[in-house]
């Protein structure tokens, strides 16, 4: 089973300039994650979505970041304008996406890691 | 928010040795689970344990959940190189993770 894909792997931009992410989860996940982990902290959940519905984006800073699940199928993920402080690494994850039980496991990518000079 | 804490932040134990984590959380839960991070890679699923369980094993690893003091620990026996990683906690309900526990074995 091919798992979570994600690109670019690296990315550098100076502050100020828009980047994008790419995700392409397992096939047949309804549901797909985006995080963003700072260096020494732990994964931080940006949006997730159902299929292409958006379930939760409360910890998404919507004036700089926007993402967007057409078809339900792949995601991206952008920042516009970018911020010193959005140099971290974004990890998308997907899920079979029924509610409580082993459906709920998250298979991860590998990851983009963002530096803003 | 309900949010997963993880304890120690660091452990450095002999390779052969168990290692055990623990984790908090803040309100009632529906399942905990533990994930593993080798440096620079992505999230790893370990296990899943059930509101409803006490305890389950996979391999080398247990788990046990205590839904009463809202803690769960991970036991690692025989530990090994490769176990080398960050192991984070996390609660279906808020998919909240903490700053892991950074666990290092010494050869």
């Known amino acids: 089973e091919a798992g979570v894909a994600q690109s670019p792997r690296y990315k550098i931009i100076e502050k100020r300039q828009s980047v994008a992410f790419w995700c392409n989860p397992i096939?047949?996940?309804?549901?797909l994650y985006w995080y963003q982990q700072i260096l020494g902290q732990g994964p931080k959940l940006l949006i997730q979505f159902q299929n292409n519905g958006v379930v939760d984006d409360s910890q998404l800073p919507k004036d700089r970041f926007s993402a967007e699940r057409l078809k339900g199928v792949d995601s991206t993920l952008k920042i516009q304008p970018a911020k010193l402080e959005d140099s971290a690494v974004y990890l998308c994850?997907?899920?079979?996406?029924?509610?409580?039980?082993?459906?709920?496991?998250?298979?991860f990518g590998p990851g983009t890691r963002l530096t803003v000079l | 928010s309900q949010q997963g804490e993880e304890d120690p932040q660091a452990l450095s134990i002999q390779e052969g040795e168990n290692a055990t984590m623990n984790c908090s959380y803040k309100t009632s839960i529906n399942n905990l689970q533990w994930y593993r991070q080798n440096s620079g890679r992505g999230l790893v699923h370990l296990i899943l344990i059930r509101s409803n369980e006490r305890e389950k094993h996979s391999g080398r690893l247990r788990v046990t959940l205590d839904t009463s003091k809202k803690s769960s620990s991970l036991l690692i026996t025989a530990s090994r190189a490769a176990d080398t990683a960050s192991y984070f906690c996390?609660?279906?309900?808020?998919?909240?993770f903490g700053t892991g526990t950074r666990l290092t074995i010494i050869p």
């Open positions: 096939s047949g996940h309804a549901t």
């Open positions: 996390a609660t279906r309900e808020k998919l909240t």
């Open positions: 994850a997907s899920s079979w996406g029924l509610a409580g039980g082993i459906t709920d496991t998250q298979y």
